[in-house]
């Protein structure tokens, strides 16, 4: 639920001059002293207001915090009604999908600053740290019937192009995508991507499927540890240090799911030729391994010949036959250190 400071906050962020307590208050409809207590709060959060009897309040120094004041200054109120923000927690998919059994509609983002608990696809952790990072979980609720569950997933696929569109439309940096759910930059991972689906047992309808969206963004490369350091990395190392406003593409990231959320899964040329054009996994050596085992001996070797438009994957392996993959693991050689 947005609160005073968060109306204050994202007044004052749109706003590059002073702006009045008499303005606010009228805009508002509350009180001026209502207005120096959110002000007092927000600087206690750390955000630099210089205040002036004559002009007014003015936000000279924006920390990179994410709350519903930094999102209610980007996307409109209406929105935010279903972005739930928390700063700490074990897991946001664990959070959407308990949101989910309890009824709670489509479109329902909860974003957090931190997870302690964070996780990947196949059982890995997704390490989380405070400050730096996007922590998101989106609720889809889609109309899909038991005989059309092969399309599910195609979810995670559509979801990489829409991280991979907010990035570009927040940051200016346009990502690649490792077939099927990493997004990179510079051949390094920035992101991850996890979707879980929910099936009602009698009916074998769905219910309801949480994708969950971590993003490296200002980490330094030295925060990711040492075995991770030739595979992961953030949008910030990536582009010679800048600060990137994680607000910004969450904001983006919001109304790129809503659009998918939209027309997912009717409108999948328009994801599928967006998938292709990013995907660096085409034409690259691959490994196709099986997803109970890391072990380089019982990996088939092959090519990456095309992503189909299923989103699967069809490789050629050095005996000469085809496969399509639509699950498991394909690790391309000569990225992430693998050879």
């Known amino acids: 639920m947005l609160g005073t400071k968060d109306y204050v906050l994202a007044d004052l962020i749109n706003n590059e001059t002073y702006l009045s307590g008499e303005k606010i208050s009228t805009k508002l409809n509350i009180s001026r002293a209502a207005i120096n207590t959110a002000v007092k709060t927000l600087r206690a959060d750390g955000y630099v207001i210089d205040s002036s009897t004559n002009k007014g309040y003015k936000l000279t120094e924006h920390p990179d915090k994410l709350n519903a004041g930094e999102l209610l200054a980007l996307l409109p109120e209406e929105r935010l009604e279903n972005v739930i923000c928390i700063d700490s927690v074990a897991s946001t998919n664990k959070i959407a999908k308990d949101l989910c059994y309890d009824g709670a509609p489509a479109g329902t983002v909860v974003l957090a600053n931190h997870q302690s608990a964070g996780k990947g696809r196949l059982g890995r952790s997704f390490i989380s740290p405070p400050d730096t990072g996007i922590y998101f979980s989106y609720l889809l609720r889609p109309s899909v019937a ?8 195609t979810v995670t696929a559509w979801t990489a192009v829409a991280v991979a569109n907010a990035i570009e439309n927040a940051c200016g940096i346009r990502p690649e995508i490792k077939w099927v759910n990493d997004v990179l930059v510079n051949s390094m991972k920035v992101c991850g991507i996890l979707t879980e689906m929910f099936v009602e047992t009698e009916s074998g309808l769905i219910t309801g499927i949480v994708v969950g969206i971590g993003i ?3 980490q330094k490369q030295s925060d990711f540890p040492p075995e991770l350091q030739e595979i992961a990395s953030s949008l910030s190392a990536q582009d010679g240090g800048t600060k990137f406003s994680r607000a910004r593409i969450v904001a983006e990231l919001i109304k790129e799911m809503d659009i998918l959320a939209s027309v997912w899964p009717n409108n999948s040329s328009e994801y599928l030729a ?15 391994v099986s997803v109970h085992t890391d072990s380089k001996d019982n990996a088939r070797r092959g090519v990456a010949v095309a992503i189909n438009e299923d989103f699967s994957i069809k490789v050629r392996f050095n005996d000469g036959h085809e496969e399509n993959l639509s699950s498991g693991e394909v690790r391309v050689r000569g990225l992430y250190g693998y050879s």
Do not use: A
């Not at 038991?146 to 997933?153: C, G, R, T, V, W």
């Open 146 to 153: 038991p005989d059309q569950m092969s399309s599910i997933s």
């Open 274 to 288: 967006m998938y292709r054009s990013s995907c660096v996994t085409i034409g690259k050596e691959v490994d196709v």
């Open 216 to 218: 490296n963004v200002n």
